[in-house]
């Protein structure tokens, strides 16, 4: 004798709404990152008297608003990571500082070891921070020169390159 054995209806009912269920997520989800990707122009063509005929100096205006937005936001990390470095080699010429003077006086060990662990935390935070600064100086010419790149081939500024 053969025991067949078949899935309930339920089981049968869940499996089909799952795979439906499925492609309207991936479909979702591709919708939800299409909105998430930001328009770079967006916010500097918010003044433009009519958006479908941007004449050529709105264009021009859009375009130098754009580079000018995005040179302050790196410009400004790079000040930021500046800062952050010469703070971190103030503290430590403070403490060299601090150090010599009280070493001349004594010589504790204990003293000695807390400092050189302390030195070399501060040159492992200095080396990093000095890193950052490289790669964020030679990633803000790239991002620079892409935007730039974007903005030449951007259809809403085109009037920019034709010829009058």
């Known amino acids: ?7 309930p209806i339920f089981e049968t009912a869940s499996e089909r709404r799952q795979d439906q269920v499925v492609p309207d997520t991936y479909e979702a989800v591709e919708k939800q990152v299409d909105r998430m990707q930001v ?5 500097f063509l918010q003044n433009v008297a009519n958006p479908q005929h941007i004449t050529r100096e709105e264009a ?12 302050d936001r790196l410009l400004e990390r ?8 010469n703070e971190e080699n103030a503290k430590l010429s403070k403490r ?5 003077r009280s070493s001349a ?3 504790d060990p204990e003293a000695e070891e807390e400092f050189e662990r302390f030195c070399s935390e501060a040159m492992f935070r200095i080396q990093i921070l000095e890193q950052r600064l490289v790669n964020h100086e ?11 790149e974007k903005l030449n081939t951007d259809p809403r500024l085109l009037t920019l390159f034709e010829s009058s």
Do not use: H
Request: glycine share 0%; net charge positive; with cysteine.
């Open 105 to 107: 006086k004594e010589n």
């Open 96 to 100: 060299q500082a601090t150090f010599q």
């Open 39 to 43: 328009d770079y122009l967006t916010p």
């Open 1 to 7: 004798e053969r025991v067949v054995v078949e899935k």
């Open 60 to 71: 021009q205006r859009a375009r130098d608003a754009c580079l000018k937005s995005l040179k």
């Open 138 to 148: 030679e990633s803000a010419l790239r991002k620079y020169q892409d935007l730039d």
């Open 78 to 85: 790079a000040n930021i990571i500046q800062s952050r470095l």
